[in-house]
């Protein structure tokens, strides 16, 4: 992907091994991979520090 000029990074959660299997931090990252997907497939304005428009209300 870097290659494609996508930026991509890595979010490592303190204490959790390869997969996530806590409630929280498993939300945590569907929600970033549904921010980073909606943006670079569908052309959505991305925040990742702010939460959906849904959970908000």
């Given at each position: 992907?870097k290659?494609?000029?996508?930026?991509?990074?890595?979010l490592?959660?303190p204490?959790m091994p390869h997969?996530?299997?806590?409630?929280r931090?498993?939300?945590a990252?569907l929600?970033q991979?549904?921010?980073?997907?909606?943006?670079?497939?569908?052309?959505?304005?991305?925040?990742?520090?702010?939460?959906?428009k849904?959970?908000s209300?």
């Amino acid at each position: 992907m870097k290659h494609q000029g996508v930026p991509v990074g890595f979010l490592m959660y303190p204490g959790m091994p390869h997969g996530i299997n806590k409630p929280r931090e498993n939300h945590a990252v569907l929600s970033q991979n549904l921010k980073w997907f909606s943006h670079y497939l569908l052309g959505e304005g991305i925040d990742f520090f702010s939460e959906n428009k849904e959970e908000s209300s």
